[in-house]
């Protein structure tokens, strides 16, 4: 029995920052994409939006007379150090109710023709008309996603959006694994098998393949997996999988995953900053493609 | 800027009661705190996961105390105070756990967040109070706090999680004034073991146009730790790891390493080399001594070799080689004496070696006094032990002897000299076995890369006493590697040097009439030529003494302008311009440049002496401040979507009298410089704090980009 890559959810895309002369306000960035003002966005650069601070280092003197004629003894080795920096940020997360709606979009991805419903506060589903399915785009700290009223610009149909908030425009990359240059990006997969037999069928195990080995950085990732067996009331406990950057052959595999009945049961796969894509999975299920003779031998059809 | 006090407790430790802690929370950061029981960590007890830090006083006193007290940048009449609170559990009676008071600048309470037994919360501001209508705070749940404080016209407004809870209009407090103070986590005794934690704290006044507004919303404070070097890195990295993973920390009053009591640490009269990398955490004081290395036992009358570094009243604060022949106090003789004020912090290689009855030390490669000959047959001794890092009588240490700091790789080897020059010092861990040619001389050999205090040679066993143990430091060899501590770690830091230049100038016989000395200039301009004479004339003439030592210190008075013009050197001799000089116990004459820096190294020193010589044609060594270190930053946490200010936080101190000033900025991804202040640095480690806001300089903001790529620039400025 094999399931397929189902519904995805969690952001998928990275985004690279702009820097527009005069810096676009998300409005003008509407306005500008809407218009087809493809020249505005001509200068690509990886920050946006930073203070423009005077430089002071250069008015600094860097050699002084400390004194003249100190006695040997005491020292004029002044060697200031540091053991400890550290930066402080105050950070926030999008506030309730500052994530408008906006208008519908549409992108083509990887040969998916994708529609885009921002529904602000209810969240960003996307629509992929190629294989019939939606998914739910969110940024952390956002409800939904932040890259918003998008288009496609120039050769290439590169897909390009504003942002909730900043005056930045984002474009979607498919080959960047963090997103916004910090972010690990959120993946969820899920996919189930439904039966409306009353006999527990074991599973012997689950198993995916995809791009195992191409992780955001070097520190391990943690794929995870649990299941739910009343069609995601409520859910088992999560069992990770740690992956490793450059591991592209090894086996990822779950073993002894109990039994259910019906309704049947539903798999979520995991990961923050893991697979950037999953090529399938594989689920083993002891006589599942023998259910009804097994249901009839169990009542005494069948001698 | 609108953001003027942040802190996410992240930077102190971790602890109750903790020395460590409470040093560091005192350390330029808060003007008082409960030093009996303040407690910083990670998590909050009922939820160990969690991954901010907090903040909570966890003594109850009948009084009433506060974990900490902290004075405001400068005292206003209005404020915001964002804070995440949460408590274990409700108190058993009102107004005797707060959150927060309020304190003009004569630490008077203008007011009071009391948490009450019925989890309302209640503002107290002397004759009165103004309280939430019902509960609004429930046991072992984290809420963000938000207050606007304006003591001009006594209001006061609390929202929690955005919901306002409390407001107090023009309320007659019993006592007024601008804020200027403020506490933290209040507790009593009469309120049961309630204890209020707080986290996330961030101040705000109202001076321009960008996030001063009321409420503002949640927000938390991320501790952003270096884990990159920037390419420009002027500061030189000083981590506590020498050669290999291991060192041996000798901190502890009483630690140090004993060998085993035999006749094969015995030197005798033949060749032997005893060598070892040091670290001093902190020099000896007064008649204190710290003792590097000897066999040297006192009150059996054993005493054989030992080196040590006195302190200012013991042999003028010299390092010291002596030896006795026969174990007894009458036969001992100071053989090397170096008058040397090693940098706390900075590892030095170590060495005496003796090659054919020419006895020498060194540092850093470098013969420092003179080769002394040295004959002697050192008392041997099969009852006294070795002894690395302190002096012992038999296998107890003595007091006031200990080497307040770390060694690495130190190395007996008896029987072969292994220097007798100048050499290279070492860079890596001493060859073992068959890479090294005197190996089989080697009796003691310790790199203390393993766990366990040992003798790599497999000889004989080591002992540590006190608390003598070989630690793996956590640092390497990067700048961020060294000052990534989230908790303060002095012994492991990065430092800029500002170094005067020296040279030496040693004589082998009394110098002739005649002969000269050129160091330096009289003013500025013209050479200072000091001519050695029989009997002085003019300006600039220096009486030659009846020895060396006395030649000696009529030229260094007549090059510092000191005592004896007119009888030791020429009346209208003036005191050098570009350098000082001082008489080392060698007799050899050392001379400083006035100005540190590699100006220093172009100052000539040239003689005509038919017995003696400069150690080189100009002064060496010195060195400018070096150019600025960059760092990058650790990502922010995952949901952050919103930065308002970014505040640069350091601990800083310096290394002695000289003045030194330092400022920390902020570089954006594109180039743009916020500078922080400039301050002056003071000797003992103290956190500073630089906050860099977009507001009101610009419009435009920081973001999580900006931050992420952006650097922290520390500089040396004077």
């Not at chain 1, 007379?65 to 200031?80: D, E, F, K, M, R």
């Not at chain 1, 496609?152 to 984002?170: H, K, L, P, Q, V």
């Not at chain 1, 009945?261 to 689920?283: H, K, N, S, W």
Request: hydrophobic share 40%; proline share 4%.
């Amino acid at each position: 029995m094999t399931i397929a890559k189902a519904a995805i959810s969690g952001q998928v895309a990275a985004a690279v920052v702009y820097a527009g002369t005069p810096e676009p306000r998300t409005s003008q960035l509407a306005a500008m994409l809407t218009l087809g003002l493809a020249a505005r966005f001509a200068a690509v650069d990886a920050i946006a939006a930073l203070v423009p601070y005077a430089e002071t280092a250069a008015a600094v003197s860097m050699t002084s007379a400390i004194a003249a004629l100190v006695p040997y003894a005491t020292g004029i080795h002044s060697l200031p150090a540091a053991s400890a920096i550290a930066e402080l940020a105050v950070w926030g997360t999008a506030p309730p109710g500052s994530e408008a709606r906006t208008r519908a979009w549409a992108f083509v991805f990887d040969g998916h023709p994708c529609y885009v419903l921002d529904l602000g506060e209810e969240g960003t589903f996307i629509y992929d008309t190629s294989t019939s399915g939606w998914a739910k785009f969110s940024t952390d700290g956002y409800v939904g996603w932040n890259m918003r009223i998008g288009t496609t610009w120039t050769e290439g149909n590169r897909i390009i959006g504003g942002d909730t908030f900043s005056a930045n425009a984002w474009e979607m990359d498919p080959d960047t694994l963090i997103d916004e240059g910090f972010r690990d990006i959120y993946h969820a997969a899920t996919g189930g098998v439904a039966t409306r037999s009353r006999v527990y069928l074991g599973v012997e195990s689950l198993r995916v393949i995809g791009s195992m080995g191409s992780l955001d950085d070097d520190t391990p990732v943690q794929f995870s997996l649990r299941f739910s067996d009343d069609n995601g009331k409520t859910w088992t406990a999560t069992q990770d999988i740690t992956l490793t950057v450059g591991d592209f052959g090894g086996e990822v595999a779950w073993r002894s995953l109990g039994s259910f009945m019906a309704p049947g049961r539903v798999f979520e796969l995991t990961d923050y900053g893991g697979l950037q894509r999953i090529d399938g999975a594989d689920i083993f299920i002891e006589d599942f493609d023998d259910i009804s003779t097994k249901y009839l031998k169990q009542y005494g059809v069948y001698e | 800027m609108s953001n003027i006090i942040v802190d996410g407790f992240a930077t102190y430790g971790i602890g109750v009661n903790s020395s460590a802690v409470n040093a560091a929370l005192l350390a330029g950061v808060y003007s008082d705190i409960n030093a009996s029981q303040v407690s910083v960590g990670q998590g909050l007890p009922w939820n160990t996961s969690d991954t901010e830090w907090w903040l909570a006083c966890t003594q109850t006193f009948s009084g009433g105390a506060y974990a900490v007290r902290r004075s405001m940048p400068t005292a206003i009449s209005r404020a915001f105070f964002s804070m995440h609170v949460a408590v274990n559990a409700l108190p058993t009676s009102n107004d005797q756990k707060g959150v927060i008071d309020f304190r003009n600048a004569s630490n008077q309470i203008m007011g009071q967040l009391f948490i009450e037994s019925t989890g309302a919360l209640s503002f107290n501001f002397g004759n009165g109070s103004a309280d939430s209508s019902g509960p609004v705070i429930g046991a072992e749940t984290d809420y963000h706090l938000e207050m606007d404080i304006d003591t001009a016209s006594k209001n006061f407004t609390l929202q929690v999680n955005g919901v306002t809870v409390i407001t107090s209009t023009a309320a007659a407090w019993l006592h007024t004034g601008n804020l200027a103070q403020f506490a933290l986590s209040l507790n009593s005794s009469a309120g049961g073991n309630s204890n209020v934690y707080v986290g996330s704290l961030i101040v705000r006044d109202t001076n321009g146009s960008y996030n001063n507004s009321f409420p503002i919303g949640d927000r938390r404070v991320a501790t952003l730790l270096p884990d990159v070097d920037d390419a420009a890195q002027g500061w030189a990295v000083q981590p506590l790891h020498r050669f290999g993973p291991g060192v041996l920390a000798l901190t502890g009053s009483l630690d140090g390493v004993l060998g085993a009591a035999s006749a094969a640490s015995d030197l005798g009269s033949g060749d032997f080399t005893i060598e070892g990398s040091f670290r001093f955490a902190a020099l000896p004081l007064a008649g204190n001594k710290a003792v590097l290395f000897g066999k040297w036992g006192e009150t059996a009358n054993q005493r054989a070799y030992q080196l040590y570094l006195g302190g200012p009243s013991l042999e003028n604060g010299w390092l010291v080689f002596r030896t006795s022949t026969d174990g007894t106090s009458g036969t001992v003789v100071e053989k090397i004496q170096w008058a040397w004020q090693p940098t706390v912090g900075q590892w030095y290689h170590i060495a005496v070696s003796r090659n054919a009855g020419n006895l020498q030390l060194f540092i850093d490669g470098v013969q420092v006094g003179l080769t002394v000959t040295d004959t002697d047959t050192y008392h041997a001794t099969a009852l006294e032990r070795p002894v690395l890092g302190i002096q012992v009588n038999g296998i107890t240490a003595v007091a006031n002897t200990f080497l307040d700091g770390w060694n690495d790789e130190f190395r007996m080897t008896v029987g072969a000299a292994r220097y007798t020059a100048n050499f290279a010092p070492p860079t890596d861990k001493f060859p073992r076995n068959g890479d090294d040619p005197l190996w089989a001389d080697v009796i003691w050999l310790s790199g203390w890369d393993s766990p366990s205090i040992s003798n790599d040679t497999g000889g004989f066993a080591l002992t540590g006493i006190g608390t003598a143990n070989a630690l793996t430091p956590s640092d390497g060899s990067y700048g961020w590697q060294v000052i990534d501590k989230s908790a303060p770690n002095d012994t492991t830091f990065i430092e800029a040097s500002l170094i005067p230049a020296t040279g030496l100038l040693t004589l082998t016989a009394v110098p002739a009439n005649t002969e000269t000395v050129t160091v330096g200039t009289k003013d500025g301009t013209a050479a200072a030529v000091y001519t050695f004479k029989t009997a002085i004339a003019s300006a600039f003439d220096v009486l030659i003494g009846a020895s060396i030592s006395a030649s000696v210190d009529n030229l260094v008075a007549a090059i510092n302008g000191g005592v004896g013009a007119g009888v030791t050197y020429g009346t209208g001799t003036t005191a050098n311009f570009d350098v000082t000089a001082a008489k080392q116990p060698s007799s050899q004459m050392q001379v400083t440049a006035n100005t540190p820096g590699t100006g220093g190294n172009s100052i000539a020193s040239t003689e005509t002496l038919a017995n003696g010589s400069w150690a080189s044609a100009t002064l060496t060594g010195g060195l400018n401040i070096p150019g600025y270190s960059q760092f990058g930053f650790s990502h922010l946490p995952r949901g952050a979507v919103i930065v308002d200010s970014v505040t640069l936080l350091s601990r800083q101190w310096k290394s002695d009298a000289g003045a030194t000033t330092t400022t920390l900025s902020f570089v954006g991804g594109e180039g743009g410089v916020a500078a922080g202040a400039t301050r002056a640095i003071s000797g003992t480690p103290t956190a500073y704090f630089d906050t860099i806001e977009e507001d009101p300089d610009t419009t435009a903001g920081l973001t999580p980009n900006s931050i992420l790529n952006g650097l922290v620039r520390v500089n040396r400025a004077t």
